[in-house]
């Protein structure tokens, strides 16, 4: 009699455990789907927004190591979905900086950047005297400065073998002087630049230009295309979907919390149901006392 009511409950908890996990196998989670979307695009598709053009410059998808959670499971990889909108600043700035106490190249020469004061609005450019190759080119001098009581002097050779020292400020030329004036216009290079400000640091240029701008998008993520705030969904490895419609959004995460819960006690009664299984089968064949 025990050995008969066991086998009945056991099957009754075998059926129960079993319908359980075929619910659990059968179940789907819930597609998250828009109707009607502002912008379904693939990659080098175009969009217009606020008057600029953007393009879907990379749809990604890529796996990623990932977790396991709730009951059944387990680590293992994750499909991480991404991708690039591109579009082009017509109202860029190249700049480059002269900083006061530099050398820079201009007009194909070598120049040292001043400053004067705080409250300058002008940058002198002073040329750079290249002593050694003068002193190299004149076969009458020696070609190294030397300095005597602190003064710098050149030596020149005699023809009857003499030495003449000539103060080197009267032997080399003196250098190129040029003042760049605050919104000046000045070929540097290979562009057209605008001395843009002066400040003790030294000088700021700047030139109009274009460049390539990229917005990373995120899956299930906001972006701010313009002045516009999208909702990004890809629901698959070759499309982006923006949309301003956050209560669908909303609507699936209600509705993935609950599939959630009712597959979690699913496992719930299955585990149960296989416990009391092995624990009847057990008491079932315990030795009776009758």
Do not use: C
């Amino acid at each position: 009699m025990q050995r008969r009511a066991a086998a009945l409950y056991a099957v009754l908890l075998l059926v129960v455990g079993v319908v359980s996990f075929s619910l659990i196998s059968a179940a789907s989670p819930p597609e998250l789907a828009f109707d009607n979307p502002e912008h379904e695009l693939g990659e080098g598709a175009e969009l217009v927004v606020d008057g600029e053009t953007y393009t879907v410059d990379a749809v990604d998808a890529e796996t990623s190591s990932g977790g396991g959670g709730g009951h059944g499971g387990g680590g293992g990889t994750e499909l991480v979905r991404s991708g690039t909108l591109t579009y082009t600043n017509e109202s860029a700035l190249a700049t480059a900086t002269w900083e006061n106490g530099s050398e820079v190249t201009f007009r194909n020469e070598t120049y040292t950047v001043g400053v004067e004061g705080a409250n300058a609005t002008s940058v002198s450019l002073t040329g750079t005297i290249n002593r050694t190759a003068i002193l190299q080119n004149d076969t009458t001098v020696q070609n190294e400065v030397q300095t005597i009581d602190g003064t710098e002097y050149v030596v020149r050779e005699g023809t009857d073998g003499n030495q003449t020292l000539l103060p080197a400020a009267e032997y080399f030329p003196e250098p190129e002087q040029l003042t760049v004036e605050e919104g000046a216009t000045v070929q540097f290079d290979g562009n057209e630049f605008t001395v843009a400000a002066v400040g003790a640091d030294g000088a700021r240029l700047s030139r109009p230009t274009t460049e390539t701008v990229e917005i990373g998008v995120s899956n299930h993520a906001n972006v701010t295309v313009g002045d516009q705030t999208y909702f990004a969904h890809f629901p698959d490895n070759g499309t982006m979907v923006l949309t301003t419609n956050y209560e669908r959004f909303q609507r699936h995460q209600a509705e993935s919390a609950t599939f959630t819960e009712h597959k979690n006690g699913l496992w719930g009664v299955t585990i149960v149901s296989g416990a009391g299984l092995v624990f009847l089968i057990a008491l079932a064949y315990l030795p009776s006392r009758y």
